[in-house]
């Protein structure tokens, strides 16, 4: 596996090796020790997540604040997503800045979102199922959002979708009335 910082360094892109034959192929999604080598963190993961997406819906901008900070690492096994992820944390010298990826079943690739960054995806096929892994539990007291067409972000979402919110998403403030990190 390989393990690319992007430009918010702390959000990396990780791509498997994949074994594959005429039979098929064979990867290993996650494994705790090569991710700390990979990484230098020592990361435990409480919880998976598994959603499923018609093409243009968006999911997003999310993120839980301390004490139930939850990092994440994510991952299309159906159909592809770009995914995002904003950094939100107020003394940090990127803050505002986001970085997206397309993740895909075909690619494999995934993303670590750590604590402290928003994380939003647009599912760019029907039937796109994302999974992902949570530091920590789901805390609804702790749960936050920021507006995913926010100006002063300004996201380049891909094109030629007109995305599909849930009532809260859409309802969710700008980066600069959001709560968010220190």
Request: aromatic share 10%; net charge negative; proline share 7%.
């Amino acid at each position: 596996m390989n393990a690319t910082p992007l430009a918010l360094p702390e959000v990396l892109l990780l791509e498997p090796r994949v074994f594959g034959d005429d039979r098929g192929w064979f990867y290993e999604s996650f494994n705790a020790r090569s991710f700390t080598e990979l990484t230098g963190l020592d990361i435990t993961f409480v919880q998976d997540n598994h959603s499923r997406s018609s093409r243009g819906v968006l999911r997003g901008l999310h993120y839980q604040l301390p004490p139930a900070a939850q990092g994440k690492l994510v991952r299309a096994v159906a159909g592809s997503i770009f995914d995002v992820a904003v950094d939100i944390r107020r003394s940090s010298p990127t803050f505002g800045r986001w970085v997206g990826e397309i993740l895909s079943a075909e690619n494999k690739r995934q993303l670590w979102v750590p604590a402290g960054f928003a994380h939003g995806f647009l599912a760019l096929e029907d039937g796109t199922e994302v999974l992902y892994k949570a530091t920590d539990f789901y805390n609804k007291a702790a749960e936050g959002a920021v507006r995913w067409d926010d100006p002063e972000l300004a996201i380049a979402w891909p094109g030629g979708l007109t995305p599909l919110l849930a009532p809260k998403d859409a309802a969710a403030p700008a980066l600069a009335d959001a709560q968010l990190f220190a």
